[in-house]
């Protein structure tokens, strides 16, 4: 599971790092994960995920911050949903002005939710199913306005592990 983080905070990272090599706004970001236990009082809290077991539930958080002098355009935010786990339907958080989007395909298309999808029957015809939140393998964060010079916009996203 650490591995797989790791990886996802690289992914992240080389997402940023090109945009900003290619001599557009300076952008960074951070990803950091929690596990999320109850309490004595029925209370959630939260503690490192350094070790995760089946059953657990992580969160993910994603900052990002625009350290250039120019705002951003069309920004969208991605965060993978690490194998092993399977995404907790509703908990991608929402943002006036930032609306989280979903693939199920591995990141290569993004859909609102309830992303659906076709599959074909032997007969020839078609049929259209609703994705389970299980099927999630990243999420995206599309800004409806512009990421602003200076600015940081946090998201999170809840995981269960396998």
Same mark, same amino acid.
């Given at each position: 599971?650490?591995?797989?983080?790791?990886?996802?905070?690289? #992914? #992240?990272?080389?997402?940023?790092?090109?945009?900003?090599?290619?001599?557009?706004? *300076? #952008?960074? @970001?951070?990803?950091?994960?929690?596990?999320?236990?109850?309490?004595?009082?029925?209370?959630?809290?939260?503690?490192?995920?350094?070790?995760?077991?089946?059953?657990?539930?992580?969160?993910?958080?994603?900052?990002?911050?625009?350290?250039?002098?120019?705002?951003?355009?069309?920004?969208?935010?991605?965060?993978?949903?690490?194998?092993?786990?399977?995404? #907790?339907?509703?908990?991608?958080?929402?943002?006036?002005?930032?609306?989280?989007?979903?693939?199920?395909?591995?990141?290569?298309?993004?859909?609102?939710?309830?992303? &659906?999808?076709?599959?074909?029957?032997?007969?020839?015809?078609?049929? &259209?199913?609703?994705a389970t939140?299980?099927?999630?393998?990243h999420i995206?964060?599309?800004?409806?306005? @512009?990421?602003?010079a200076g *600015?940081?916009?946090?998201?999170?996203?809840?995981?269960?592990?396998?």
């Amino acid at each position: 599971m650490r591995r797989t983080l790791h990886a996802a905070v690289f #992914l #992240l990272v080389i997402c940023f790092s090109t945009a900003a090599y290619a001599g557009g706004p *300076e #952008l960074s @970001s951070d990803m950091t994960a929690v596990k999320i236990v109850i309490n004595e009082e029925d209370h959630e809290i939260t503690v490192p995920a350094d070790r995760v077991y089946p059953n657990d539930m992580v969160e993910y958080t994603l900052v990002y911050r625009n350290t250039g002098d120019e705002p951003v355009s069309g920004a969208g935010f991605v965060g993978p949903v690490p194998s092993g786990t399977a995404y #907790l339907g509703e908990t991608a958080s929402e943002i006036e002005g930032i609306s989280p989007v979903f693939s199920i395909d591995g990141g290569k298309s993004f859909h609102q939710a309830p992303v &659906t999808y076709e599959v074909i029957r032997k007969d020839g015809s078609s049929e &259209t199913k609703t994705a389970t939140p299980e099927m999630i393998t990243h999420i995206k964060w599309m800004m409806d306005r @512009s990421f602003d010079a200076g *600015e940081e916009i946090k998201v999170s996203y809840r995981v269960h592990v396998k």
